[in-house]
């Protein structure tokens, strides 16, 4: 295979879960930035890996373009993939964590009105892209897409939690808006688009229990993507965190002193079924890799919803003054760092390869269990 010929296959069969390795490379970034003790040299640690992001972001969108001009057929099949057609929700959501980024680690490099310009230009382009993929998607899936009994997976909450992520990447922009009638309408905006993404993520995750329940697990490489339940748990846990700490800018007192009451109310409860997730996810994944699981871009599912945890324990230390939220955000995000090097590891090793660039599986992927021995 020549060389043209191997960049030819490699973008004929780039997919949108590529943009999965955008959002673990940022959520590093905005975590450690946040992240509720002071640890030497994680400041400038954020700062890099939040440039790696915005070009990795960079690389991924001229991909997408190039692809789409070269192999538009093959970019128009993903959406009719009922595996691929989900991680539409990536690309938006990769947006949202380079601006998120570029706020809390990238100003020190670009200067702060540079970077709230590039949050703005992100989180709106995100976020109407959220919005379209949580209207569409599921639309797909009603109507054209088969879907199997057994079919239901991690993968389905990645067209809805974007408008999560708007919601919590609004909470970072709110305090640059002017005083006003469009602050309190951002603010409302935020929480509809909580209220949206955390319904639509709590109907799919019991479909994913339920699948577990009855049918068991893949036994594939599919198997990480249990991961993405932490998503909209994590982040929501940051959302009602952040929006409760600037809702003052845009409401009365009385108002804003519910709403991040509500930050607590809501988030501790959240944060201890997201760990009994950790500790269910943790099992099935390391059940599966003792089987012989293959590596591929699903792994990326243990980094960007891992760092939402991280994020939503950095909020609830600061919402409550524990201690104990801080050494859980602590041990979380050393947690995040581990699995990104090793996800982003072999995420390189494979695409120096060419492994990773091949056709998405068109056919349903089977779950089983354990057959009983008879006794």
């Given at each position: 295979m020549t060389a043209d010929t191997g960049e030819a296959a490699r973008l004929q069969h780039f997919g949108p879960n590529w943009f999965a390795s955008v959002m673990g490379t940022g959520i590093v970034a905005?975590?450690?930035?946040?992240?509720?003790v002071h640890v030497p040299g994680l400041r400038g640690f954020s700062h890099v890996v939040w440039v790696v992001a915005a070009v990795l972001l960079v690389v991924l969108v001229?991909?997408?373009?190039?692809?789409?001009v070269r192999h538009p057929t093959v970019a128009r099949s993903h959406s009719r993939n009922p595996q691929m057609a989900h991680f539409y929700g990536a690309a938006p959501m990769a947006l949202m964590t380079v601006g998120s980024g570029a706020l809390l680690s990238g100003s020190d490099l670009i200067g702060e009105r540079l970077a709230v310009d590039l949050a703005w230009v992100l989180w709106t382009a995100g976020t109407?892209?959220?919005?379209?993929t949580a209207a569409t998607i599921p639309f797909l899936m009603f109507t054209q897409l088969n879907v199997e009994p057994d079919a239901a997976f991690g993968g389905w909450l990645m067209p809805v939690?974007?408008?999560?992520?708007?919601?919590?990447?609004?909470?970072?922009?709110?305090?640059h808006m002017a005083p006003g009638t469009g602050r309190t309408t951002m603010l409302y905006g935020c929480y509809a688009m909580f209220g949206l993404s955390l319904i639509a993520a709590l109907i799919i995750i019991t479909m994913i229990w339920s699948r577990l329940a009855l049918y068991g697990t893949s036994g594939t490489a599919r198997v990480p993507t249990l991961w993405i339940v932490l998503g909209p748990l994590g982040q929501g846990i940051t959302a009602a965190g952040l929006l409760g700490g600037v809702a003052y800018l845009a409401v009365p007192a009385e108002l804003a002193s519910a709403m991040n009451v509500f930050a607590v109310l809501?988030?501790?409860?959240?944060?201890?079924?997201?760990?009994?997730?950790?500790?269910?996810a943790?099992?099935?994944?390391?059940?599966?890799?003792?089987r012989g699981m293959p590596f591929a871009l699903t792994w990326w599912s243990l980094t960007f919803p891992v760092g939402t945890f991280v994020t939503g324990t950095t909020q609830l230390a600061k919402h409550t003054g524990l201690p104990a939220f801080e050494i859980a955000a602590v041990i979380a995000y050393v947690?995040?760092?581990?699995?990104?090097?090793?996800?982003?590891?072999r995420t390189a090793r494979g695409s120096v390869a060419g492994s990773l660039f091949k056709p998405a599986p068109a056919g349903p992927i089977k779950a089983s269990k354990d057959q009983p021995q008879n006794t």
């Open positions: 905005t975590a450690g930035a946040g992240l509720p001229v991909a997408v373009t190039v692809q789409r109407i892209g959220g919005l379209f939690v974007p408008p999560m992520v708007s919601a919590a990447s609004g909470a970072l922009l709110l305090p809501f988030g501790v409860p959240v944060w201890g079924f997201a760990v009994l997730w950790i500790a269910l943790t099992q099935l994944t390391v059940r599966t890799l003792r947690a995040l760092l581990g699995t990104w090097g090793l996800v982003a590891v």
